[in-house]
Protein backbone atom coordinates (compact mmCIF):
# COMPACT_ATOMS: atom_id res chain seq x y z
CA UNK A 1 0.00 0.00 0.00
CA UNK A 2 1.52 3.60 -1.12
CA UNK A 3 1.54 5.92 1.54
CA UNK A 4 0.76 9.97 1.39
CA UNK A 5 1.96 12.24 4.21
CA UNK A 6 -0.53 14.95 3.89
CA UNK A 7 -0.27 18.58 5.58
CA UNK A 8 -3.38 20.45 4.94
CA UNK A 9 -3.75 23.95 4.55
CA UNK A 10 -5.87 24.19 8.09
CA UNK A 11 -7.55 22.52 10.05
CA UNK A 12 -11.33 23.22 8.57
CA UNK A 13 -13.12 19.90 7.16
CA UNK A 14 -12.93 21.01 3.82
CA UNK A 15 -9.20 21.29 4.25
CA UNK A 16 -8.42 18.52 6.79
CA UNK A 17 -11.45 15.93 6.38
CA UNK A 18 -12.33 15.88 2.51
CA UNK A 19 -8.96 14.66 1.33
CA UNK A 20 -9.12 11.95 4.02
CA UNK A 21 -12.60 10.64 2.68
CA UNK A 22 -11.17 10.78 -0.65
CA UNK A 23 -8.48 8.42 0.18
CA UNK A 24 -10.75 5.94 2.28
CA UNK A 25 -12.00 5.27 -1.47
CA UNK A 26 -9.27 3.92 -2.48
CA UNK A 27 -6.18 1.63 -1.56
CA UNK A 28 -3.53 4.63 -0.74
CA UNK A 29 -2.60 5.27 3.06
CA UNK A 30 -3.17 8.74 4.24
CA UNK A 31 -1.38 10.10 6.86
CA UNK A 32 -2.44 13.40 8.43
CA UNK A 33 -0.94 14.74 11.52
CA UNK A 34 -3.11 15.61 15.05
CA UNK A 35 -5.51 18.35 14.37
CA UNK A 36 -4.43 20.22 17.62
CA UNK A 37 -1.23 20.80 15.65
CA UNK A 38 -3.01 22.76 13.21
CA UNK A 39 -3.65 25.75 14.91
CA UNK A 40 -7.47 27.37 14.80
CA UNK A 41 -8.04 30.41 12.71
CA UNK A 42 -6.09 33.36 13.19
CA UNK A 43 -4.11 30.75 15.84
CA UNK A 44 -1.56 29.78 13.52
CA UNK A 45 -0.27 25.55 14.16
CA UNK A 46 2.39 25.02 15.87
CA UNK A 47 5.38 24.95 13.00
CA UNK A 48 7.94 23.11 14.97
CA UNK A 49 5.81 20.67 15.93
CA UNK A 50 4.60 20.01 12.01
CA UNK A 51 8.21 20.11 11.04
CA UNK A 52 9.16 17.28 13.40
CA UNK A 53 5.77 15.52 12.23
CA UNK A 54 6.52 15.64 8.63
CA UNK A 55 10.33 14.31 9.45
CA UNK A 56 9.18 11.54 11.43
CA UNK A 57 6.09 10.56 8.79
CA UNK A 58 8.20 10.63 6.11
CA UNK A 59 10.46 7.09 7.00
CA UNK A 60 8.61 4.81 4.61
CA UNK A 61 6.34 7.58 2.98
CA UNK A 62 5.96 7.31 -0.86
CA UNK A 63 4.84 10.72 -0.88
CA UNK A 64 4.17 14.13 1.01
CA UNK A 65 1.20 16.41 -0.04
CA UNK A 66 2.04 19.56 1.40
CA UNK A 67 0.60 23.18 1.96
CA UNK A 68 3.28 25.72 2.02
CA UNK A 69 1.04 28.09 3.84
CA UNK A 70 0.38 26.10 6.64
CA UNK A 71 4.62 24.66 7.03
CA UNK A 72 5.72 28.31 6.72
CA UNK A 73 2.96 30.43 8.07
CA UNK A 74 1.04 28.19 10.56
CA UNK A 75 -2.31 28.16 8.22
CA UNK A 76 -4.13 30.29 5.40
CA UNK A 77 -5.31 32.91 7.58
CA UNK A 78 -2.31 33.40 9.52
CA UNK A 79 -0.60 33.95 6.13
CA UNK A 80 -2.55 37.10 5.90
CA UNK A 81 -1.10 38.21 9.07
CA UNK A 82 2.28 37.44 9.68
CA UNK A 83 5.13 38.93 10.22
CA UNK A 84 7.76 36.48 9.42
CA UNK A 85 10.95 37.95 7.23
CA UNK A 86 11.79 35.84 4.30
CA UNK A 87 14.88 34.35 6.23
CA UNK A 88 12.58 32.86 9.07
CA UNK A 89 10.44 31.58 5.97
CA UNK A 90 13.30 29.79 4.53
CA UNK A 91 13.96 28.06 7.74
CA UNK A 92 10.61 26.60 8.17
CA UNK A 93 10.54 25.78 4.02
CA UNK A 94 13.54 23.85 4.81
CA UNK A 95 12.36 20.73 5.80
CA UNK A 96 11.23 19.72 2.08
CA UNK A 97 15.59 19.80 1.42
CA UNK A 98 16.17 17.65 4.51
CA UNK A 99 13.27 15.39 3.73
CA UNK A 100 14.41 15.03 -0.24
CA UNK A 101 18.19 14.38 1.10
CA UNK A 102 17.07 11.79 3.32
CA UNK A 103 14.87 10.17 1.20
CA UNK A 104 15.53 10.66 -2.57
CA UNK A 105 12.48 8.48 -4.09
CA UNK A 106 10.20 10.46 -2.16
CA UNK A 107 7.94 12.73 -4.12
CA UNK A 108 6.73 16.23 -2.91
CA UNK A 109 3.33 17.38 -4.31
CA UNK A 110 3.12 21.07 -2.72
CA UNK A 111 1.14 23.91 -3.23
CA UNK A 112 1.36 27.76 -1.60
CA UNK A 113 -1.45 30.14 -2.35
CA UNK A 114 -0.97 33.54 -4.02
CA UNK A 115 -3.10 36.27 -0.82
CA UNK A 116 -6.20 37.20 -1.49
CA UNK A 117 -7.33 41.17 -1.59
CA UNK A 118 -10.51 41.12 -0.20
CA UNK A 119 -13.29 43.23 -1.66
CA UNK A 120 -15.02 44.17 1.72
CA UNK A 121 -14.94 45.75 4.96
CA UNK A 122 -13.72 42.65 7.35
CA UNK A 123 -11.44 41.72 9.61
CA UNK A 124 -12.87 38.03 10.10
CA UNK A 125 -9.42 36.63 8.14
CA UNK A 126 -7.82 39.83 7.67
CA UNK A 127 -5.52 42.04 9.97
CA UNK A 128 -7.96 44.01 12.17
CA UNK A 129 -7.27 47.26 9.48
CA UNK A 130 -9.35 45.61 7.10
CA UNK A 131 -12.42 46.22 8.87
CA UNK A 132 -12.27 49.92 8.03
CA UNK A 133 -10.38 50.06 4.95
CA UNK A 134 -10.74 46.42 3.49
CA UNK A 135 -12.21 47.90 0.52
CA UNK A 136 -10.09 51.23 -0.10
CA UNK A 137 -7.07 48.38 -0.42
CA UNK A 138 -9.02 46.24 -2.77
CA UNK A 139 -9.72 49.48 -4.79
CA UNK A 140 -5.72 50.85 -4.51
CA UNK A 141 -4.60 47.06 -5.39
CA UNK A 142 -7.33 47.02 -8.54
CA UNK A 143 -6.67 50.18 -9.96
CA UNK A 144 -2.85 50.40 -9.51
CA UNK A 145 -2.44 47.13 -11.72
CA UNK A 146 -5.13 48.28 -14.02
CA UNK A 147 -2.93 51.88 -14.36
CA UNK A 148 0.10 49.56 -15.20
CA UNK A 149 -1.83 47.49 -17.48
CA UNK A 150 -4.04 49.57 -19.21
CA UNK A 151 -5.58 53.12 -18.90
CA UNK A 152 -7.59 53.97 -16.11
CA UNK A 153 -10.44 56.77 -16.89
CA UNK A 154 -9.90 60.06 -15.30
CA UNK A 155 -12.70 59.44 -12.53
CA UNK A 156 -10.37 56.28 -11.51
CA UNK A 157 -7.10 58.35 -11.97
CA UNK A 158 -8.84 60.44 -9.36
CA UNK A 159 -10.14 57.65 -7.25
CA UNK A 160 -6.63 56.38 -7.27
CA UNK A 161 -5.18 59.65 -5.94
CA UNK A 162 -7.99 60.09 -2.95
CA UNK A 163 -7.20 56.04 -1.75
CA UNK A 164 -4.04 56.95 -1.12
CA UNK A 165 -4.74 59.74 1.09
CA UNK A 166 -7.65 57.79 2.57
CA UNK A 167 -5.67 54.56 3.47
CA UNK A 168 -3.05 54.74 6.04
CA UNK A 169 0.73 54.46 5.10
CA UNK A 170 1.51 52.16 7.73
CA UNK A 171 -1.57 49.98 6.84
CA UNK A 172 -0.67 49.78 3.52
CA UNK A 173 2.78 49.18 4.21
CA UNK A 174 2.05 46.48 6.56
CA UNK A 175 -0.46 44.90 3.96
CA UNK A 176 2.11 45.05 0.76
CA UNK A 177 5.15 44.19 2.67
CA UNK A 178 3.42 40.78 3.93
CA UNK A 179 2.77 40.13 0.00
CA UNK A 180 6.43 40.99 -0.47
CA UNK A 181 7.70 38.39 1.47
CA UNK A 182 4.68 35.85 0.43
CA UNK A 183 5.38 36.52 -2.65
CA UNK A 184 9.40 35.72 -2.34
CA UNK A 185 8.45 32.56 -0.89
CA UNK A 186 6.27 31.41 -3.77
CA UNK A 187 9.64 32.33 -5.51
CA UNK A 188 11.70 30.30 -3.59
CA UNK A 189 9.29 27.42 -4.33
CA UNK A 190 9.98 27.87 -8.62
CA UNK A 191 13.14 27.09 -7.43
CA UNK A 192 12.78 23.79 -5.32
CA UNK A 193 10.78 22.76 -8.46
CA UNK A 194 13.52 23.46 -10.60
CA UNK A 195 16.37 22.14 -8.47
CA UNK A 196 13.71 18.66 -8.41
CA UNK A 197 13.43 19.27 -4.53
CA UNK A 198 9.32 19.80 -5.34
CA UNK A 199 8.49 17.84 -7.67
CA UNK A 200 4.69 18.58 -8.32
CA UNK A 201 3.60 22.08 -7.41
CA UNK A 202 0.13 23.94 -7.57
CA UNK A 203 0.14 27.41 -6.97
CA UNK A 204 -3.64 28.81 -6.63
CA UNK A 205 -5.04 32.18 -6.57
CA UNK A 206 -6.64 32.82 -3.43
CA UNK A 207 -10.32 34.81 -4.22
CA UNK A 208 -8.96 36.82 -7.24
CA UNK A 209 -9.94 39.41 -9.96
CA UNK A 210 -9.24 40.59 -13.16
CA UNK A 211 -7.08 43.25 -12.43
CA UNK A 212 -5.08 43.79 -8.37
CA UNK A 213 -2.09 42.55 -6.54
CA UNK A 214 -2.79 38.67 -6.97
CA UNK A 215 -3.36 39.20 -11.09
CA UNK A 216 -0.25 40.94 -11.23
CA UNK A 217 1.88 38.50 -9.02
CA UNK A 218 0.07 35.64 -11.00
CA UNK A 219 1.86 37.10 -14.49
CA UNK A 220 4.93 37.32 -12.85
CA UNK A 221 5.30 34.03 -11.66
CA UNK A 222 4.31 32.63 -15.05
CA UNK A 223 6.95 33.94 -16.56
CA UNK A 224 9.31 32.72 -13.60
CA UNK A 225 8.02 29.52 -14.76
CA UNK A 226 8.77 29.88 -18.74
CA UNK A 227 12.24 31.05 -17.74
CA UNK A 228 12.97 27.90 -15.56
CA UNK A 229 11.03 25.79 -17.58
CA UNK A 230 9.04 23.89 -15.43
CA UNK A 231 5.75 24.64 -16.70
CA UNK A 232 5.62 20.42 -16.76
CA UNK A 233 5.63 20.74 -12.90
CA UNK A 234 4.35 23.70 -12.00
CA UNK A 235 0.32 24.83 -12.66
CA UNK A 236 -1.20 28.47 -11.68
CA UNK A 237 -5.04 28.99 -11.06
CA UNK A 238 -7.89 30.29 -8.81
CA UNK A 239 -8.24 28.19 -6.19
CA UNK A 240 -7.82 27.75 -2.51
CA UNK A 241 -9.64 25.69 -0.34
CA UNK A 242 -10.37 22.35 -2.67
CA UNK A 243 -6.44 22.37 -3.53
CA UNK A 244 -5.81 18.98 -1.20
CA UNK A 245 -8.51 17.06 -2.87
CA UNK A 246 -7.25 17.70 -6.14
CA UNK A 247 -3.73 16.86 -5.74
CA UNK A 248 -4.51 13.88 -3.70
CA UNK A 249 -6.35 13.04 -7.14
CA UNK A 250 -3.78 13.32 -9.26
CA UNK A 251 -1.06 11.47 -7.35
CA UNK A 252 -3.76 8.31 -7.20
CA UNK A 253 -4.09 8.75 -11.14
CA UNK A 254 -0.02 8.70 -11.40
CA UNK A 255 0.07 5.70 -9.08
CA UNK A 256 -2.10 3.84 -11.10
CA UNK A 257 -1.20 5.36 -14.47
CA UNK A 258 -4.91 6.29 -15.01
CA UNK A 259 -5.31 9.19 -17.23
CA UNK A 260 -9.40 9.39 -17.39
CA UNK A 261 -11.01 11.80 -20.51
CA UNK A 262 -14.24 13.56 -18.88
CA UNK A 263 -16.56 15.62 -21.35
CA UNK A 264 -18.28 18.59 -20.11
CA UNK A 265 -21.22 19.37 -20.73
CA UNK A 266 -22.70 23.10 -19.28
CA UNK A 267 -26.18 24.34 -18.39
CA UNK A 268 -26.09 27.29 -20.34
CA UNK A 269 -24.82 28.58 -23.83
CA UNK A 270 -23.08 31.18 -22.40
CA UNK A 271 -21.01 29.49 -19.24
CA UNK A 272 -18.20 28.27 -20.89
CA UNK A 273 -17.03 31.87 -20.82
CA UNK A 274 -18.42 33.48 -18.44
CA UNK A 275 -16.08 34.81 -15.71
CA UNK A 276 -17.49 33.83 -11.98
CA UNK A 277 -17.23 35.98 -9.36
CA UNK A 278 -13.78 35.76 -7.25
CA UNK A 279 -11.76 34.78 -10.57
CA UNK A 280 -9.89 36.01 -13.11
CA UNK A 281 -10.97 33.74 -16.42
CA UNK A 282 -13.47 31.96 -18.28
CA UNK A 283 -15.33 29.33 -16.34
CA UNK A 284 -13.79 26.31 -19.35
CA UNK A 285 -10.06 27.57 -18.48
CA UNK A 286 -10.84 27.20 -14.85
CA UNK A 287 -12.56 23.82 -15.36
CA UNK A 288 -9.73 22.92 -18.06
CA UNK A 289 -7.65 23.77 -14.99
CA UNK A 290 -8.61 21.09 -11.81
CA UNK A 291 -8.93 18.51 -14.35
CA UNK A 292 -5.70 18.65 -15.53
CA UNK A 293 -4.61 19.22 -12.06
CA UNK A 294 -6.71 15.81 -11.07
CA UNK A 295 -5.25 13.98 -13.69
CA UNK A 296 -7.80 13.79 -15.65
CA UNK A 297 -8.16 15.47 -19.13
CA UNK A 298 -10.75 16.93 -21.02
CA UNK A 299 -12.67 15.12 -23.83
CA UNK A 300 -14.11 15.99 -26.94
CA UNK A 301 -16.89 14.20 -27.16
CA UNK A 302 -19.53 11.93 -25.15
CA UNK A 303 -19.30 9.13 -26.75
CA UNK A 304 -15.96 8.75 -26.17
CA UNK A 305 -16.06 8.63 -22.30
CA UNK A 306 -18.20 7.08 -19.77
CA UNK A 307 -17.54 10.01 -17.69
CA UNK A 308 -19.88 13.20 -18.00
CA UNK A 309 -19.67 16.30 -15.61
CA UNK A 310 -22.23 18.42 -15.76
CA UNK A 311 -21.34 22.06 -15.24
CA UNK A 312 -24.59 24.24 -14.26
CA UNK A 313 -23.06 27.70 -14.68
CA UNK A 314 -23.92 31.20 -14.68
CA UNK A 315 -24.82 33.26 -17.65
CA UNK A 316 -23.42 36.78 -16.52
CA UNK A 317 -20.22 37.82 -15.09
CA UNK A 318 -19.26 38.39 -11.43
CA UNK A 319 -21.26 41.66 -10.52
CA UNK A 320 -24.82 39.70 -11.11
CA UNK A 321 -23.89 36.38 -10.52
CA UNK A 322 -25.81 35.11 -7.79
CA UNK A 323 -25.22 34.57 -3.97
CA UNK A 324 -28.20 32.64 -1.94
CA UNK A 325 -31.26 35.00 -2.46
CA UNK A 326 -34.80 34.11 -4.22
CA UNK A 327 -35.53 33.03 -7.67
CA UNK A 328 -37.41 35.95 -8.84
CA UNK A 329 -34.57 38.30 -7.57
CA UNK A 330 -32.01 36.92 -9.57
CA UNK A 331 -30.40 38.63 -12.97
CA UNK A 332 -32.35 38.02 -15.59
CA UNK A 333 -30.14 35.69 -16.65
CA UNK A 334 -31.08 33.33 -15.15
CA UNK A 335 -34.44 33.15 -16.65
CA UNK A 336 -33.53 33.34 -20.38
CA UNK A 337 -30.10 32.22 -20.70
CA UNK A 338 -29.74 28.79 -18.45
CA UNK A 339 -32.42 25.86 -19.59
CA UNK A 340 -32.82 24.32 -16.68
CA UNK A 341 -35.23 21.13 -17.97
CA UNK A 342 -32.99 20.61 -20.58
CA UNK A 343 -29.77 20.54 -18.69
CA UNK A 344 -31.76 17.92 -16.54
CA UNK A 345 -33.03 15.97 -19.42
CA UNK A 346 -29.50 15.59 -20.76
CA UNK A 347 -28.46 14.21 -17.38
CA UNK A 348 -31.06 11.57 -17.29
CA UNK A 349 -30.20 10.61 -20.68
CA UNK A 350 -26.20 10.24 -20.03
CA UNK A 351 -27.62 7.92 -17.21
CA UNK A 352 -30.12 5.80 -19.36
CA UNK A 353 -26.99 5.15 -21.43
CA UNK A 354 -24.78 3.84 -18.90
CA UNK A 355 -22.88 7.15 -18.18
CA UNK A 356 -21.32 7.98 -14.84
CA UNK A 357 -22.29 11.99 -14.32
CA UNK A 358 -21.13 13.91 -12.20
CA UNK A 359 -22.78 17.60 -10.98
CA UNK A 360 -20.80 20.81 -10.44
CA UNK A 361 -23.00 23.56 -9.32
CA UNK A 362 -21.44 26.64 -9.98
CA UNK A 363 -24.18 29.06 -11.27
CA UNK A 364 -24.50 30.71 -7.99
CA UNK A 365 -21.94 31.43 -5.12
CA UNK A 366 -21.84 30.15 -2.06
CA UNK A 367 -24.13 26.81 -2.12
CA UNK A 368 -26.29 24.75 -4.56
CA UNK A 369 -28.91 26.44 -6.73
CA UNK A 370 -32.56 25.41 -5.26
CA UNK A 371 -34.08 25.56 -8.36
CA UNK A 372 -31.83 22.89 -10.39
CA UNK A 373 -31.53 20.63 -6.99
CA UNK A 374 -35.71 20.73 -6.87
CA UNK A 375 -36.37 19.96 -10.34
CA UNK A 376 -33.98 16.63 -9.51
CA UNK A 377 -35.52 15.69 -6.82
CA UNK A 378 -38.86 15.55 -9.04
CA UNK A 379 -37.37 13.70 -11.78
CA UNK A 380 -35.77 11.08 -9.27
CA UNK A 381 -32.22 11.37 -10.23
CA UNK A 382 -30.58 13.12 -7.02
CA UNK A 383 -29.34 9.59 -5.65
CA UNK A 384 -28.39 8.94 -9.28
CA UNK A 385 -25.37 11.22 -10.19
CA UNK A 386 -22.08 10.12 -8.82
CA UNK A 387 -20.40 12.89 -7.78
CA UNK A 388 -21.36 16.29 -6.23
CA UNK A 389 -20.28 19.96 -5.43
CA UNK A 390 -21.72 23.45 -5.11
CA UNK A 391 -19.90 24.85 -2.28
CA UNK A 392 -17.90 28.69 -1.62
CA UNK A 393 -16.65 29.80 -4.94
CA UNK A 394 -16.56 28.24 -8.31
CA UNK A 395 -12.84 26.93 -8.17
CA UNK A 396 -13.66 25.39 -4.50
CA UNK A 397 -16.72 23.60 -5.64
CA UNK A 398 -15.21 22.39 -9.30
CA UNK A 399 -12.19 21.07 -7.59
CA UNK A 400 -13.95 18.91 -4.96
CA UNK A 401 -16.50 16.96 -7.47
CA UNK A 402 -13.62 16.90 -10.49
CA UNK A 403 -11.47 15.26 -7.76
CA UNK A 404 -13.65 12.70 -6.63
CA UNK A 405 -15.19 11.86 -9.98
CA UNK A 406 -11.72 11.30 -11.04
CA UNK A 407 -10.74 8.71 -7.87
CA UNK A 408 -14.37 7.03 -8.15
CA UNK A 409 -14.48 6.23 -11.92
CA UNK A 410 -11.39 3.94 -11.47
CA UNK A 411 -13.33 1.90 -9.52
CA UNK A 412 -16.38 2.48 -11.14
CA UNK A 413 -14.99 1.27 -14.67
CA UNK A 414 -13.38 -2.00 -12.62
CA UNK A 415 -16.48 -3.51 -10.71
CA UNK A 416 -14.32 -6.43 -10.19
CA UNK A 417 -11.65 -5.12 -7.98
CA UNK A 418 -12.26 -6.87 -4.52
CA UNK A 419 -12.37 -3.80 -2.76
CA UNK A 420 -15.10 -2.66 -4.84
CA UNK A 421 -18.13 -2.56 -2.72
CA UNK A 422 -16.51 -0.74 0.20
CA UNK A 423 -15.17 1.59 -2.43
CA UNK A 424 -18.38 2.55 -3.39
CA UNK A 425 -19.84 2.79 -0.16
CA UNK A 426 -17.04 5.46 0.69
CA UNK A 427 -17.78 7.30 -2.38
CA UNK A 428 -21.98 7.27 -2.09
CA UNK A 429 -21.06 8.49 1.41
CA UNK A 430 -19.18 11.69 0.46
CA UNK A 431 -21.74 12.03 -2.19
CA UNK A 432 -24.06 12.72 0.24
CA UNK A 433 -21.83 14.55 2.30
CA UNK A 434 -21.93 17.03 -0.54
CA UNK A 435 -25.38 17.11 -0.88
CA UNK A 436 -26.17 18.08 2.79
CA UNK A 437 -23.80 20.77 3.63
CA UNK A 438 -23.31 22.52 0.18
CA UNK A 439 -27.05 22.62 -0.96
CA UNK A 440 -29.17 21.41 2.15
CA UNK A 441 -27.05 23.73 4.62
CA UNK A 442 -25.77 26.71 2.44
CA UNK A 443 -28.15 27.18 0.53
CA UNK A 444 -31.83 26.17 2.48
CA UNK A 445 -30.67 26.09 6.23
CA UNK A 446 -28.43 29.02 6.55
CA UNK A 447 -30.77 31.22 4.87
CA UNK A 448 -33.34 30.18 7.17
CA UNK A 449 -31.37 30.23 10.49
CA UNK A 450 -29.84 33.64 9.02
CA UNK A 451 -33.64 35.20 9.20
CA UNK A 452 -35.50 33.67 11.42
CA UNK A 453 -33.17 31.96 14.21
CA UNK A 454 -29.98 34.24 14.78
CA UNK A 455 -32.32 37.53 15.11
CA UNK A 456 -33.87 36.69 18.42
CA UNK A 457 -30.19 35.26 19.94
CA UNK A 458 -28.70 38.71 19.26
CA UNK A 459 -26.58 36.55 16.84
CA UNK A 460 -25.14 37.04 13.46
CA UNK A 461 -23.22 35.68 10.56
CA UNK A 462 -19.89 35.66 12.61
CA UNK A 463 -21.76 35.97 15.54
CA UNK A 464 -22.21 33.03 17.32
CA UNK A 465 -20.12 32.04 19.76
CA UNK A 466 -21.96 33.46 23.01
CA UNK A 467 -25.06 30.86 21.93
CA UNK A 468 -23.11 27.97 20.49
CA UNK A 469 -25.26 25.10 22.40
CA UNK A 470 -28.56 26.81 21.20
CA UNK A 471 -27.91 27.14 16.88
CA UNK A 472 -26.23 23.87 17.36
CA UNK A 473 -29.74 22.48 18.78
CA UNK A 474 -31.64 24.49 15.84
CA UNK A 475 -29.05 23.89 13.15
CA UNK A 476 -29.47 19.84 14.03
CA UNK A 477 -32.94 20.15 13.94
CA UNK A 478 -33.08 21.84 10.87
CA UNK A 479 -30.73 19.75 8.92
CA UNK A 480 -32.15 16.70 9.36
CA UNK A 481 -35.30 17.78 8.94
CA UNK A 482 -34.56 18.91 5.43
CA UNK A 483 -32.60 15.95 4.88
CA UNK A 484 -35.18 13.69 5.25
CA UNK A 485 -37.62 15.99 2.81
CA UNK A 486 -34.72 15.78 0.65
CA UNK A 487 -33.58 11.92 0.80
CA UNK A 488 -36.84 10.45 0.93
CA UNK A 489 -36.80 7.45 -1.23
CA UNK A 490 -33.07 7.37 -2.07
CA UNK A 491 -32.15 3.62 -3.01
CA UNK A 492 -29.13 3.89 -0.07
CA UNK A 493 -31.63 4.37 2.82
CA UNK A 494 -32.67 6.43 5.18
CA UNK A 495 -29.76 9.47 5.94
CA UNK A 496 -29.12 10.70 9.65
CA UNK A 497 -26.93 13.50 10.61
CA UNK A 498 -24.94 13.60 13.95
CA UNK A 499 -22.47 15.95 15.61
CA UNK A 500 -23.54 18.75 13.76
CA UNK A 501 -21.04 22.17 14.81
CA UNK A 502 -19.76 25.21 13.63
CA UNK A 503 -15.73 24.66 13.62
CA UNK A 504 -14.75 28.31 13.29
CA UNK A 505 -18.20 29.59 15.15
CA UNK A 506 -19.46 31.30 12.24
CA UNK A 507 -22.28 30.46 9.79
CA UNK A 508 -19.82 30.20 6.66
CA UNK A 509 -18.93 26.32 7.00
CA UNK A 510 -20.61 23.44 8.95
CA UNK A 511 -19.04 20.00 10.33
CA UNK A 512 -21.13 16.76 10.99
CA UNK A 513 -20.74 13.00 10.93
CA UNK A 514 -23.15 11.45 8.13
CA UNK A 515 -24.50 7.96 8.36
CA UNK A 516 -26.26 6.27 5.36
CA UNK A 517 -28.70 3.04 7.38
CA UNK A 518 -29.32 0.70 4.62
CA UNK A 519 -28.58 -2.75 3.89
CA UNK A 520 -27.17 -2.51 0.10
CA UNK A 521 -25.80 0.56 -1.54
CA UNK A 522 -25.77 1.31 -5.42
CA UNK A 523 -24.98 3.98 -7.88
CA UNK A 524 -26.38 5.21 -10.72
Not at 417 to 422: D, L
Not at 446 to 465: C, E, H, T
Request: net charge negative; hydrophobic share 35%.
Amino acid sequence: MSKVVYLPLDERPCNYLFPQRLAEMTDLELAVPDIRLLGRKKQPADTAAVREWLLNEAEGADYLLVSIDLLVYGGIVPSRLHHLTFEECLERLSVLAEIKKRHPGIRIHAFNLIMRVPNNNKDEEEPDYYKFHGGQIFKYSYLTDKAERDRLSNDESQELEELKTLIPEVYLDDFVGRRGVNQLVNHYNLMLAQEGIIDHLVIPLDDNSEYGFSSKEQQMMIGRVEELRIMDRVMIYPGADEIGCTMFAHIFCGLKQYKPEVFVRYSSTKGPLIKPKYEDRSLNESVKSHLTASGAVLGDHSGDTPLVLIVHSPAVDQAGMAEQIPFKERHRSYFSEIHYREIVEAMDAYLRKGKHVALGDVATCNGGDPVLMNLLKQRGLLDRLTAYAGWNTSGNALGTVIAHFVIVSYYLERPDEAIFPEIVRESRKFYYERLVEDFIYQSLVRQDMLKNDLPGLDASYYVIGHCLDEVHGILEEKMNRAAEQYFEGISEGRIRLQRLHFPWKRMFEIGFELEVETESITTG
